[in-house]
C-alpha cells in the first residue's frame, strides 16, 4: 500500500544541464546580418532527407542540405540522379509559418526544409552564431553541408555556434523543420489553436567577440536594491574585470568573474530611480561591459510579490485588469509574422479595453511582444505549452519541458512586464502531474527569485446550499504563488446567462485568485436580438455582463484576462456558419472588429481602474 502512497519518481535532471547555451542575452542588439527574407522551400513529407527508405542514411540525392548546387552537379555528372533542387525550389518570405506560402500548405505538417545562401566576412577575433528566434516545432539546422544543430519546442530562441564552419564569401544554410508533434511532444498534438509549422520568427547571423557576454540579467530586488549578474562565454571569461552601468541614474557596479566566469553583485537603488509600472513604464539604457564586449538593453526596475490575497506592484495592491492573446497578427490569413507593428495592435488594442495586463497563452510569445509590453506599459502573464494531455510520466518529457521553462525565462528575465511565470493549463491533477509540474515551480524559483509562479487550473463544480459553488482545492497551489482558473460556465455548461451571478467562489487557500480565462463565442456582426442563443454578439456581451457581475463577488479575486482579444485559428472549431476554423471568443474579429462585449468589458475595467487608483501602500516601510 505505501509503495501506492509514494509519490512517482522523475529522476530530476540538474537544472544546470538543462540551460540554454549560448543564452545570447538581447542578441537583436548585437552586430551580425538578418537572414530573414526570401528562401526555398522543399516539401519532404516522408524525411526522405533524413534517412533512407530502409531506415539507413539519407541518400545524396535527397541530402536537401548538401554543399551543393544540383543544376552545377548534374551538369557535371549526367548520370547523376537528385530528386530535389533547393536553389530551384519556389521561394517565400521568413519568418512566417509555411501555411501561407500557397494554398497547398494549409494544412501541411510534417518536415520542410528551408535554403538560402548569404555572403559573410568572417574575422579571426569574432565568433558567429546562428540563431532562430523560434522553429515550430523540431528544427535541424545545417550551415555549408554540415550539421549545426538541432532544437525541440517551437516558442523559444536557440543558437548553434559557426565560427568553424562560415566561410568567406558564400554560404549556403539549410534548415530542416518539422511541425510533427507526438504524444510526448510540449504541448501534445491536441490543442486549441492553430499548429503554425516552420520558421515563425526573425533568423540572423549573430556576432561576437571571441570572449563575451552571453548570459546577463539585472533587477530590482524586493528589499530596493539593484542586483546583476553576469555570465561570460569565451576563452578570457574567467577573473574577467567587468563594469555594469544604468548612466541616467549615475549607477554602476564593478566586479570581476569567478573560475566558472559568472558575477554577480548589486548596490542600493538610487532615490532617482523612477519604478517601472503601466502608468509610468519607465526603460533605462543598461549596459555591461567586459573585455572586447559593451552589451545594452532597456530596462524597467519595479517589484511585484504577493501578501496574503494581495498582488503587489512596487508595494501597492494592484488589480489585473487583462486579457488574453495568442501569438496571432491580425488579418484574414495570418501567418504567426509578429511584427514590431503587429505588435503594437494588438498591444495597442488591449490598451483600449483599460487593460493594464495581458495573459500571452499558452507559450511564450515573440520577444518583440515582450519588449513591446516594457515599452507600452502592460503586464505580463508568461507561459510554456505545459498544455491538457501531456505526458506527465514520461522523463524526457519533462526535460523538454524544463528545458523550454528555461530557454523562456533566460531569454526575458530582463522584460518588466513579466510578472508571471505559469507552468500549465488545464493540466488533468494526477500525482505524477503534480510531481512534474512542482519540478518546473522549483526550477522558476532557481532562475528568477524576483517574480510569481502560477498555471491555468479548473476549480471543482459543487452544490452548497442549493447553489453553485466553485471550489479551488488543486493540491498545485499550495505551490503557487498566485491561484488561476479557467472557468466557462454559461458557455460550456447550460446555465441560464441570468443565473451566473449567483455562482460563488470558494478557495482552501489564502492567496490572489486570476479568472485566466472565460468567454463566450460571437461571430462578429451577427446578431439575434429575438433569442440570446449562442454565436450572437448579443449573446457574448450578456455573457460578459452576467460574468462579470460574478467576478465583482469574489473577495480573494485580483485579476482576470477573459478568453480572448482577438478571433484565432483553431482546427477544433469547424462550425461552417459561425466558426470556419476560428475560435470566436475574440471580443474583436480576426480582422479588428470590435464586437458589443468588447465595450461591457472596456467600461467594467474603467469602473474597476478608479476603484483601484487609491490603492495604499503595503505596511512594511521598505520601498517594494
Ligand atoms: C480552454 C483552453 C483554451 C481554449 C479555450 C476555449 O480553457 O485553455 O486554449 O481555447 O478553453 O475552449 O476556447
Redesign the pocket.
Known sequence: MLALLARPALAAEPLAGLLPSPVLTNADSRTGIDLSGPWHYSIDPYRDGLAGFHGGAAGAGHRRYDDLDVADAMRKDPNALYEYDMQRSPVAKLPGSWITHDRTLRHYDGLMWYQRMFDAAPRPDERAFLRFGAANYTARVYLNGTFAGMHEGGSTPFAFEVTKILRSGRNQITVGVDSTRTADSVPPPA???ETYGGITRPIRLVLTPTTFVDDFWIRLTRNGRIAATVRLNGAQASDQPLHVAIPAIGFSLDGKTDADGAWSGEAAAPASLHLWSPEQPTLYDVQVTAGADVLHDRVGFRTIAVRGEDILLNGRPIFLRGISLHEEEFGENPARDITPEAARALLATAKSLNANYVRL??YPHSEITTRMADELGLLVWSEIPV?WLVNFANPATLITARRMLAENILRDRNRASIILWSVG??TPQSEVRLTFLSQLVDDVRALDDTRLVSA?LFARRVERGGHPEMLIDDPLVSRLDVMAV?T?NGW?TSDPLSSLPSIAWRSDYDKPLILS?F?AEALAGYYDPRQLHKFSEEFQAEYYRQTLAMTDKIPFLRGMSP??LKDFR?PRRQNPIYQQGW?R?GLVSEIGQRKEAFGVLAEHYRLLATKWATSKPSGSGARQ
Open positions: 490543442t486549441d489553436w497563452a499558452h498544455y493549463n488545464e491555468a479557467n466557462y460550456y480565462e468567454g478568453w480572448i483553431s475560435n471568443k
